[in-house]
């Protein structure tokens, strides 16, 4: 069975220099699509990630990165949308760098697929009517 | 027989009125032939939902004891500055304006998160807002402070006057620069990175009337969710503007004034709006019904996407510079495909006015005509048309003299 999950992983300074990512690649043949990176060399390091991957290498995946020292959360921050002050335009379409949103055909809404969004907040402040918000 | 605006407010007192929307039009009219949809259907409805920026709303707040003279003073509405240049305790609240202490483009992009658009729809919404005022102070209006919660309920009148709304036809913007650029058109990403439109299309109340042979001085519309009335035709309006062989303008041409009782609308069809980097403004609702009288006036009505053209502007250099140049034209059909091509390049297309929401406003105004609720008008001056010669001219900026 395939998981995936939006992780943030705190790096502690001594490790910051290790290929942690490449490990998960290509010792548990997972998959990343990172969506944040903050990494200083000798300072603490900061990567917010979607990891996919089949379940047991993705388990094998996290017990690694926790032997390793890598604290890990689960991503809390999220972009919802406010569905009473959206109006459908459409301006957020063509920002979105994954195409989360798209047009229904027929009745031209616009539809947010919650699962492409990878929180880069673009769409927050590009929004006319401020409809859309970001959680932490 | 010529049908007439009196004839047709007969049939919608009866209920018995035929009403359809500028979207459904367009197949009833081909199916049915002209000549017979025209006697058949007696008004066609059209809307529109887009950032308005020329748009205020007029407010008596009544005279607090003892008086004081707002005209002339500083006031304040939920920190949003109004102008006072008028009479004693009336004030103008234009759309796009900020409160003193906005940061605007000083952190560039600016947010502009709250300005005077947001305030008209939370006073459409019936909230209480902050009215903080300062006075000069005169003999017969003494008091030269005051500090106190407003409500749309409880004051005077609350008129919603927008001098320039509803634009028939508008550009296509694009940025061909290398970094990405903030407009009242949206974000603009570079090298041709999208295109952003903002008009409503075969849908929209100007362009299913083109010549504005029906719409006029007096002519009741949907404003905001409640009625208002042409009020006059907008500034900048252009009615010599490029046109094509259905006398549909091919570039931004005319505009209407509008005007309407605020007390009566509703927040869903006036909403503060923020255009990163750029500034605030109010999103207005706005829908216009086209009496069919005959039909070349229906014939106007079945305009459909794909035959009204929009110039696309380059939003980085032709546009700032006042620089004629567009990078060719498209059809709404286009731009509604999700895609357009600009020198040879596919570029994805957004747009700034909801669709959806004009279908909507279209739907209610067919509504209302249908259960008689709404009865059409007879404008009492029309707009001025092609002949009249009008055309929208750059400022001649002249040295003032010692």
Redesign the interface.
Same mark, same amino acid.
């Given at each position: 069975m395939d998981v995936s999950r939006r992780i943030v992983l705190h790096f502690p300074p001594n490790i910051t220099g290790q290929p942690v990512v490449y490990r998960l690649v290509k010792d548990f043949g997972l998959t990343f699509n990172l969506l944040k990176a903050s990494v200083s060399p000798g300072e603490e390091g900061l990567l917010v990630m979607e990891l996919s991957g089949e379940q047991k290498n993705y388990d094998k995946g996290i017990k690694y990165l926790t032997e390793t020292g890598v604290e890990i959360q689960s991503l809390s921050q999220d972009v919802v949308r406010d569905e009473s =002050?959206c109006?459908?335009?459409? /301006?957020?379409?063509?920002?979105c760098p994954t195409e989360a949103f798209s047009?229904e055909p027929r009745? =031209?809404?616009v539809l947010f697929d919650h699962n492409k969004c990878v929180v880069c907040g673009l769409c927050v402040? /590009?929004c &006319? &009517?401020?409809a859309m918000i970001l959680h932490f | 027989m010529a049908k007439t605006i009196a004839g047709i407010n007969e049939k919608i007192r009866k209920g018995k009125a035929v009403v359809v929307t500028a979207e459904e039009v367009i197949n009833i009219a081909k199916e049915k032939g002209i000549s017979r949809a025209a006697e058949e259907i007696d008004v066609v409805t059209t809307g529109t939902f887009s950032p308005m920026c020329g748009s205020g709303a007029f407010f008596n707040v009544g005279h607090s004891r003892p008086r004081i003279k707002l005209g002339g003073g500083k006031v304040y509405l939920n920190d949003v500055p109004v102008y006072t240049g008028i009479a004693a305790v009336d004030i103008f609240l234009g759309a796009t304006a900020l409160p003193d202490d906005d940061p605007k483009n000083k952190f560039y992009p600016g947010e502009f998160n709250y300005g005077g658009g947001h305030v008209i729809e939370e006073m459409v919404a019936g909230k209480d807002i902050r009215l903080t005022a300062t006075a000069y102070g005169t003999d017969c209006y003494p008091r030269k402070k005051l500090e106190t919660l407003i409500n749309i309920k409880d004051i005077n009148e609350a008129i919603l006057f927008n001098f320039r709304n509803a634009y028939q036809n508008y550009n296509v913007a694009v940025n061909l620069s290398d970094k990405v650029i903030y407009t009242y058109m949206g974000v603009l990403k570079p090298s041709l990175g999208n295109a952003n439109y903002s008009t409503a299309g075969q849908l929209s109340p100007l362009l299913n009337d083109p010549y504005y042979k029906t719409i006029g001085v007096g002519t009741k519309i949907f404003l905001g969710g409640g009625i208002g009335y042409v009020a006059w035709h907008g500034t900048q309006h252009n009615p010599t503007a490029l046109r094509g062989d259905n006398g549909v303008p091919r570039r931004g041409a005319g505009t209407l004034a509008v005007i309407g009782d605020l007390k009566q609308m509703k927040p869903e069809w006036l909403v503060g709006t923020s255009m990163l980097g750029y500034g605030c403004t109010l999103t207005v609702g706005i829908g216009i019904p086209i009496p069919i009288l005959s039909e070349e006036i229906l014939r106007y009505t079945m305009v459909s996407d794909a035959g009204i053209l929009a110039p696309v502007v380059d939003y980085s250099e032709a546009y700032p510079q006042m620089k004629p140049d567009i990078l060719g034209e498209v059809s709404y059909a286009d731009l509604k495909s999700g895609r357009i091509k600009v020198q040879g390049k596919d570029v994805l297309t957004a747009s700034l006015s909801s669709y959806p929401k004009a279908v909507g406003i279209a739907s209610i105004l067919k509504k209302w005509i249908e259960e008689g609720e709404f009865l059409l008008t007879e404008p009492v001056a029309l707009l001025p048309g092609v002949e009249s010669g009008i055309t929208f001219k750059p400022l001649k900026e002249r040295p003032i003299g010692e």
């Open positions: =002050r109006t459908h335009c459409g /301006a957020c379409i063509t920002i047009l009745t =031209r809404e402040k /590009a &006319p &009517p401020r | -």
